[in-house]
C-alpha cells in the first residue's frame, strides 16, 4: 500500500489520497462523442439505423435517462467535465477560437496558431488528478482547452498521451492537413503536428478534396486502440477519447459503411459546403450521417473486445456519452433524424434537445447490467464522481468550489445514499440563454426573458407556464443570481429580479 501525491498547482497545497492497493483501483474509460443528439442511439429510439454494439453496451449496463452536457456546444461542454464546475463558473463558457499566422502544407495555406480559450491553470482538470494519483493517462480526440502553444495544452495539463485535434475548428475537416501529438513515451516535449502528407497533395475544398484517403476518425481511433494495447492490469489507466464523430463535415471513406445507406435514405439531401467553416459539399448528407454514427458505434465494439480480450473488462468502468445535443451544420438534417427525440432544441439552446444526452456507463460486478435511471445529472458531477470510484479522498482541497455530486452511490446501485442536486444550471452567451432545472421545473431564459415548463408533463418544452407559476420563476431566477460569476469573455443577460 501507498500514498499517492495529487498534482497541485504551483502555491498551492498538494492534494494527498487515501492508501489504496494499485490492483483494486478501476481502470475509468470515458468515451464522449461530438453532437450526438438523445435520440441518435437505437438503444435510445433512433429508427433509420441500429446502433448494435452501443445498444450491448446499454444492455450490460446502465442507461442514464436525464443526464445533461455541460453546456450546449463543445468547448465549455468540455470545460465542466474537466474542472467539475458548471458554465456559471468555470472560466471556460464558450467557443472563443484562437488563429494567427500562415503556414502552408502543400498547396494548402493554414493557419500557423489554432485553438480555444484555455483553461484556467488555477483549476486542477481530471488528467492532471488522475496522473498524480498514479493512473496511466491518455486522450486522443479533441482537445479544446487551450490553442497551440498555451498555458493549457496536453503536455502542460497532465496527459501522457494525445493524438487528435487541439483546436476544434480544424475538427471541421475530416481529412485534414494534420494532427497533433504529444507521447511522452516518444520523447516528446511539447505538442507537435503530424503532417498527413497523402492528404496535403490534395485541396481542402472542392472536388480535389475527394482525393484526401487519411481519414481523421480512423486514424484517433487506431491510436487509441494502441494505447489501449499497452495497458495492463495492476497498473490503472484513465482514458479520455473524446471522438469526433458524428459532427459535420458528413464525409468519410466511400467503404462499405457508407454504401450500405447509398440510395436507402430516402429522399436523400444534398448540401452545397461552407468553405469559411471547412464544410465540404456531399449529395449524400442522410446517407453520411448514418454512416458515420454506424462508423462509431462500430470502433466502441473494438474497444470492447480489446477490453475483454486484454481481460481489462471487468475492472473498467466504460462510459459512453456526447458532448452536448444535435447540430443542423454541414447538411445534418436533425428533423429528418429526429436527433433530439423527444425533446426540443438542438446545439446552443439551452432547452433539453441541446443539452440532454445519452449517458450509458458499464461497470462490471457494481453498475447492474441492463439496469436504468432517471437521476438528473450533468458533466460537472464526473470530477466526484471518478475521484470516488478511484477511492481519490483530498481532491477537493483546491481553492475554488467544484460544483459537482458523486454519482458513483446511482451507478452501484446505492440510491438511497445519492445526495441530490437542489438545481442543475447552464448559460451559453452565443445565443445569450440560461437554463434551470429543479425537479420537474424547468426554466429556460433567452435576451433576459424567461419561460417555464414542466418537464414531467411537457418534456418538449411547448407550454410556457411562467404566469401561473410567478413563485416558482422567482426562486428558479434567484437561483441563476446565486449561480452566476461575471465572464468579460462571455457576458450574457440575466433575468430581472422580480419582487
Known amino acids: 500500500m501507498k500514498s499517492l501525491l495529487h498534482y497541485a498547482p ?24 461530438d453532437d450526438m443528439g438523445y435520440g441518435d442511439l437505437s438503444c435510445y429510439g433512433q429508427q433509420h439505423f441500429r446502433t448494435p454494439n452501443i445498444d450491448r453496451l446499454a444492455q450490460q449496463g446502465m442507461r442514464m435517462t436525464s443526464a445533461y452536457a455541460g453546456s450546449p456546444v463543445s468547448a465549455p461542454s468540455r470545460a465542466c467535465f474537466m474542472t467539475g464546475q458548471h458554465s456559471g463558473h468555470t472560466h471556460v463558457r464558450g467557443n472563443k477560437e484562437y488563429w494567427s499566422g500562415q503556414v502552408q502544407y502543400g498547396q494548402n495555406t493554414d493557419y500557423a496558431v489554432v485553438g480555444q480559450e484555455p483553461y484556467d491553470t488555477a483549476q486542477v482538470i481530471l488528467p492532471e488528478i488522475f496522473k498524480a494519483a498514479g493512473y496511466q493517462t491518455g486522450m486522443f480526440g479533441k482537445w479544446a482547452g487551450g490553442y497551440e502553444g498555451s498555458h493549457s495544452t496536453p503536455d502542460k495539463r497532465g496527459v501522457d498521451e494525445f493524438y487528435g485535434y487541439i483546436c476544434q475548428f480544424q475538427a471541421h475537416l475530416y481529412f485534414p492537413n494534420f494532427l497533433n501529438r504529444f507521447s511522452r513515451s516518444l520523447g516528446d516535449i511539447c505538442v507537435v503536428r503530424e503532417v498527413l502528407e497523402q492528404n496535403i497533395q ?37 482514458g479520455i477519447f473524446t471522438y469526433t ?3 459535420a463535415e458528413l464525409r468519410q471513406p466511400d467503404d462499405s459503411l457508407l454504401q450500405a445507406y447509398r440510395g436507402k435514405l430516402l429522399p436523400e439531401r444534398t448540401y452545397k459546403g461552407d468553405n469559411p467553416s471547412r464544410y465540404n459539399p456531399t449529395p449524400e448528407a442522410h446517407a453520411q450521417f448514418a454512416a458515420m454514427i454506424t462508423r462509431l458505434d462500430a470502433q466502441v465494439g473494438e474497444i470492447m473486445k480489446l477490453l475483454e480480450e486484454k481481460g481489462l473488462a471487468d475492472n473498467t468502468v466504460l462510459i459512453f456519452t456526447s458532448d452536448n445535443g444535435p447540430h443542423e451544420e454541414g447538411g445534418a438534417d436533425p428533423e429528418y433524424f429526429n436527433h433530439d427525440g423527444k425533446f426540443r432544441g438542438l446545439k446552443r439552446s439551452t432547452h433539453e434537445g441541446g443539452i440532454r444526452i445519452p449517458f450509458i456507463v458499464r461497470w462490471p460486478k457494481h ?24 477511492g481519490i479522498k483530498d481532491w477537493e482541497r483546491r481553492p475554488f468550489d467544484c460544483d459537482g455530486i458523486s454519482i458513483a452511490p446511482t451507478l452501484e446501485g446505492r440510491p438511497k445514499t445519492q445526495r441530490q442536486h437542489d438545481h442543475l444550471y447552464w448559460e451559453f452567451h452565443e445565443t445569450d440563454m440560461l437554463g434551470v432545472r429543479r425537479g420537474n421545473w424547468k426554466l429556460v431564459v433567452k435576451h433576459g426573458i424567461c419561460a417555464l415548463y414542466d418537464l414531467a408533463t411537457d418534456p418538449h ?10 413563485d416558482v420563476v422567482r426562486l428558479l431566477v434567484q437561483k441563476i443570481y446565486e449561480d452566476h460569476t461575471d465572464s468579460p469573455l462571455f457576458p450574457i443577460t440575466l433575468p430581472k429580479m422580480s419582487r
Open 367 to 390: 453498475v447492474k447490467a441492463g439496469s436504468e435511471s432517471d437521476l438528473p445529472f450533468a458533466f460537472y458531477d464526473l470530477m466526484p464522481t471518478f475521484c470516488d470510484i478511484a
Open 10 to 33: 504551483t502555491g498551492l497545497l498538494p492534494l494527498v489520497a487515501l492508501p489504496v492497493l494499485a490492483q483494486q483501483r478501476p481502470n475509468i474509460l470515458y468515451i464522449m462523442c
Open 461 to 470: 418544452e411547448d407550454h410556457d407556464l411562467s404566469a401561473q407559476h410567478p
Open 245 to 247: 464523430l458524428p459532427h
Open 202 to 238: 490534395h485541396a481542402m475544398y472542392g472536388e480535389d478534396y475527394n482525393h484526401r484517403t487519411q481519414y481523421s476518425a480512423d486514424l484517433i481511433h487506431r491510436r487509441a486502440l494502441d494505447w489501449l494495447r499497452k495497458q495492463e492490469k495492476g497498473k490503472p489507466f484513465f
